[in-house]
């Protein structure tokens, strides 16, 4: 099947007289006719469902088709991005460990690499998204676990070279995470460029009509994880569970099985399957709707770059654009729908530009169907001074905006009326 049938048809298959939609499956268990049964369900937790705390045949189906959006083997939802950005660290590092990450990824992940887990006790060094190979190697130490970048990075808007970044990773018998979040797999699937795992926050173009927060994490199956003798949590007994040595038991998909079986059994942060049936909604229409953001971004771009009132734009499908030659390899079918730019004059005028705009709603909220904005210096960066703005790479006047699927002729005018205002 190609993608487009893929979103609409992987998942779920109804037999003869089910119904035709998967259904919300509001159950927290599930029933067995004996106490054996549910021993064997134990034994071999992919036999069955156990409980929803970690499961659920609503969400499984959500789970089964974005494995097969991306081209990998399994999936695992979460009950948010942050959460499956977490779980894809936690479930190959431990307390003394250490992994790479671009320093060109969402606001969020930073805070939780650079200070959550590093109360944990996990080390995180950050690269240049550009760096060179010889740069990626080189902070590659004994104790490294994983390499992480996005393919395009929130709100920076830069591209990863995936290839290069996999094949450093993989030199060292690293796995490759790649955060697929802005491109989705309709304009991008890293496993294709070698990426091993690849995460979501699904809140954002997946749902699409901004109804539900969640993440998914999924499994390539490609990387070994027994080889190198690094993954000792996946190629060694797990006393947690009875001994299962996931590599062995699961050679298919042992990431993901261990991630489901160990820590979402622990840490329970799984959606609720009325979450899943809403984004399986989205992602029916994903393949539709993708083509058509980046078409009326691509112009709005166009129209901002000849604009005299903007100072500075970031949008990978300019040819001005730093990165549109990887835009080009990476995603030639369009670069999603977010574009940043900075208007002459400063945050206030900035400000003042936003509180123009009609059509364009102000909201912490990226990627969804209707057209937003967001000044990331007064809103998820308030905090800072505008020194420390400056030092961390953030225009005050800059302003992210997210194209939505309106009549772009609407979108433009509310533009040009707003700027006309200021
Ligand atoms: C929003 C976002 C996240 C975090 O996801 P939530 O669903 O908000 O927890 C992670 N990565 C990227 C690229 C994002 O845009």
């Not at 409980?51 to 789970?63: G, K, L």
């Not at 250490?98 to 930073?110: A, E, K, L, N």
């Not at 995603?331 to 003042?352: H, M, N, Q, W, Y």
Request: proline share 5%; with cysteine; net charge negative.
């Amino acid at each position: 099947m190609k993608i487009e049938t893929k979103a609409l048809h992987e998942g779920y298959s109804p037999k003869n007289g089910e119904p035709r939609v998967m259904p919300i499956y509001q159950s927290t268990t599930y029933v067995y006719d004996s106490t054996d049964a549910v021993a064997d369900v134990f034994d071999d937790p992919t036999l069955g469902m156990i409980y929803s705390r970690f499961e659920n045949p609503t969400t499984d189906a959500v789970e089964k088709k974005i494995a097969a959006l991306e081209g990998g083997v399994a999936a695992m939802c979460t009950s948010s991005g942050q959460a499956a950005s977490l779980l894809s660290i936690l479930n190959i590092c431990d307390a003394g460990d250490h992994f790479i990450s671009s320093s060109s990824i969402y606001g969020g992940t930073v805070n939780l690499f650079a200070f959550t887990l590093k109360k944990l006790g996990i080390e995180c060094t950050f690269i240049d998204v550009d760096a060179s190979e010889d740069e990626i190697r080189a902070a590659i130490k004994p104790n490294t676990k994983c390499i992480f970048g996005e393919t395009i990075a929130n709100p920076a808007l830069t591209v990863l070279d995936i290839e290069k970044w996999a094949r450093v990773a993989h030199e060292a018998d690293l796995p490759l995470i790649v955060d697929n979040t802005f491109a989705t797999p309709i304009l991008c699937r890293p496993i294709e460029w070698g990426a091993d795992i690849v995460i979501h926050s699904t809140s954002k173009y997946m749902d699409g009509h901004a109804v539900q927060v969640g993440g998914v994490i999924v499994d390539s199956g490609k990387f070994d994880w027994a080889s190198s003798g690094k993954f000792k949590g996946l190629s060694e007994p797990d006393e947690s569970y009875h001994g299962i040595v996931y590599t062995d038991k699961y050679p298919d998909a042992p990431y993901i099985t261990k991630a489901r079986m160990q820590l979402m059994r622990d840490f329970g942060c799984y959606p609720a399957a009325n979450s899943s049936f809403l984004l399986n909604l989205g992602l029916e229409t994903l393949a539709v709707r993708m083509p058509k953001y980046c078409e009326n971004a691509m112009k709005v771009a166009e129209f901002l770059e000849s604009c005299d009132k903007v100072k500075s734009i970031k949008y990978a499908g300019l040819k001005s654009d730093p990165h549109y030659e990887l835009a080009q390899k990476y995603l030639p079918d369009g670069v999603c729908g977010v574009i940043s730019f900075s208007v002459d004059g400063g945050r206030e005028t900035a400000v003042k530009f936003m509180d123009a705009l009609s059509l364009a709603s102000n909201e912490v909220h990226v990627a969804d169907i209707r057209t937003c904005v967001l000044n990331p210096a007064s809103a998820t960066h308030r905090q800072l001074t505008e020194e420390q703005l400056v030092a961390a790479g953030i225009d005050p006047a800059m302003i992210r905006l997210s194209v939505g699927l309106e009549n772009v002729e609407d979108i433009l005018e509310d533009l040009q009326q707003a700027f006309d205002a200021i």
